[in-house]
């Protein structure tokens, strides 16, 4: 199975601050990456599929890119309702690996 | 909307069985493949199984061998899971996903809002 390793597990940051996170493929998965957000209590929520395609109605602060086995998403201006768990997800295989996460503080 | 409702969660003692359901709505349902995601609690996620849209095609992850059944039924628009010999590491919510691949990609939208399954004696 493909493996995905997804950093870092937690970050803190401010009001307006520019975030990344990274995800790495342990072999080439072309554009098969999504990256979903979680609030407690919720159900996982899709940002962008394919690695850059942002989804209708995710502000435009959020953005995908990458290729290959690396990836990230960056959120531009963070904002308090940003505040959630980010997952980075591969589906190249019939195992569709999630990355373990990363907890977004504000 | 394109709406997923799961159910039949519950807390179950260890060595019994299982069935949940999910019923989706707003879509049409028989054109869709469909997963089951769950996520033990504090946890990351975790996937469990696909099915194909007609039903024909069905995959587990190595954690799922073995116990878990994913079926459906067009005819009602309802996706299930069937587990069996739970076990205490089987405590998650149970989350349905449509799957949606076009060319370039593969991902889960929507999702359900999940069901929690409790292993506890």
């Known amino acids: 199975d493909i493996q995905v390793t997804q950093s870092p597990s937690s970050l803190s940051a401010s009001v307006g601050d520019r975030v990344t996170i990274t995800c790495r493929a342990s072999?080439?998965?072309?554009?098969?990456l999504n990256w979903y957000q979680q609030k407690p209590g919720k159900a996982p929520k899709l940002l962008i599929s394919?690695?850059?395609r942002l989804q209708s109605g995710v502000p435009s602060r959020f953005s995908g890119s990458g290729s290959g086995t690396v990836f990230t998403l960056a959120i531009s201006s963070l904002q308090p309702e940003d505040s959630a768990n980010y997952y980075c997800q591969e589906s190249s295989t019939n195992a569709w690996t999630f990355g373990q996460g990363t907890k977004v503080e504000i | 909307q394109e709406q997923l409702v799961e159910s039949g969660g519950g807390v179950v003692q260890p060595g019994r069985s299982l069935k949940l359901s999910c019923a989706a709505s707003?879509?049409?349902?028989?054109?869709?493949?469909m997963h089951w995601v769950r996520q033990a609690p504090g946890k990351g996620l975790e996937w469990v199984a696909v099915i194909s849209f007609d039903g024909n095609n069905k995959y587990y992850s190595e954690s799922a061998k073995g116990r878990f059944t994913i079926s459906r039924d067009n005819s009602q628009d309802t996706l299930f899971l069937q587990v069996n010999t739970l076990r205490e590491e089987d405590t998650a919510v149970y989350f349905c996903?449509?799957?949606?691949?076009?060319?370039?990609?593969?991902?889960?939208?929507?999702w359900g809002q999940g069901t929690l399954v409790t292993v506890s004696s």
């Open positions: 996903a449509r799957d949606r691949e076009d060319f370039g990609g593969r991902w889960f939208d929507p």
């Open positions: 707003g879509f049409s349902f028989s054109k869709y493949a």
């Open positions: 394919a690695a850059s």
């Open positions: 072999q080439s998965i072309s554009t098969y």
